[in-house]
Structures are given as C-alpha cells and as structure tokens.
C-alpha cells in the first residue's frame, strides 16, 4: 500500500494512486481532508452524499463520528476552508466501512498489522526483529541497528529507574534521552 503513497515537498499534500490528499498538521498529527480520502477510494462524484450514506449505512461509525472526525482550516487555492478532518486512526475507522474495492488493500494491510502485533504481544521478539528488518530496509548498518536496539533496552531501563526515582516526563525525559542519543550516536535534539 505504501508504494502508491508520495508527499508533496511542503508535506500537505500526500499523493495516492496520482490523486491528492490535502493534510494539515494538528494536535502533534497529520489530519486528512475527509472528502480527498472518500474520493480517492470511491471514485464518487458526491463524497459529501457518500459520507451521509456510508454513515447512515454503519450506525456505530456515525455514532463516534465527533470523536474521529474534526473541522479544520485547511489551506485551499481559494483560500482557507473549514473541511472535516480524521487522523491516520480515524481514517481506518471510516476506511473499513468503505465497501469499495480500492478500499480493500487498506483493509487486508489493516488486518495483517493487527495480526502481527497480536504475534508480537505474544512474542516480543518478533517487535524486536520487525524493527531490525525496518531499519535494514532504510539502509542502516548492521553496527548502527545493533547500537538503536541496545539504545531503547537501555532507556527502557532508564526511564524505569527515573520513574522511581521521581523524575517528571516530559522536559526532563527529553532532555536525558538527548544526553543517551549523543553519546550513542553523536547528535542531540537542543530543547
């Protein structure tokens, strides 16, 4: 499903299948135009219609539709424009209640997903090889993979420690995970 996904150079714009999807940034999230997502998948020529049907047709999506769908000011060519907006988790909500087939390949990638971390609840060691195979797809070397992986057992170990000792999340979390991500990798966030 990824390889029909692009993001314009200003990251508001996420291209599917050579169709645009206007986003706008929200609450520390990506937030996507609802009608771009409907239209991409259904082909229809009324996403507004086809939004009023499809939650008419699944009445548990339209009775938590305040809790995933938001308006947002989104930047249009005539202007801003208050448009309803999901997130990433909101869209495979209303995604599953899409009976259409370009739906489909988000749904069986959905049900392999949850598949998989229900293995990994299961097995932990599976999250931990999913990582390696993910950064090895990225292109990072075995040493530098080894070294992330040893990075998040320890801080794990540290934020416990920190934990019980009384230390806030938040600034100070931030600011001693910085201090491990230097001294590991060489770099640091400034805060």
């Not at 209303?94 to 609840?121: C, D, H, T």
């Amino acid at each position: 499903m990824l390889e029909y996904l692009a993001m314009d150079t200003q990251n508001k714009i996420v291209v599917f299948e050579s169709k645009q999807v206007r986003r706008v940034w929200h609450g520390e999230e990506w937030w996507y135009v609802l009608e771009d997502v409907v239209a991409v998948l259904t082909e229809s020529n009324d996403t507004k219609q086809y939004i009023r049907r499809m939650r008419s047709r699944d009445p548990e999506l339209s009775k938590g539709w305040v809790q995933i769908v938001l308006t947002l000011k989104i930047e249009t060519s005539g202007g801003s424009q208050r448009m309803n907006c999901a997130n990433t988790q909101g869209l495979f909500r209303i995604i599953q209640s899409i009976p259409s087939p370009k739906a489909e390949p988000f749904k069986q990638w959905l049900a392999k997903v949850g598949y998989e971390r229900i293995q990994e609840m299961e097995n932990p060691e599976l999250a931990a090889e999913r990582a390696r195979e993910y950064y090895r797809a990225l292109g990072y070397s075995e040493k530098w993979i080894e070294r992330r992986m040893q990075s998040i057992a320890i801080r794990t170990q540290l934020t416990d420690e920190w934990r019980e000792r009384g230390v806030q999340e938040g600034l100070e979390y931030a600011i001693l995970t910085a201090e491990i991500s230097k001294a590991t990798f060489g770099f640091s966030r400034e805060f």
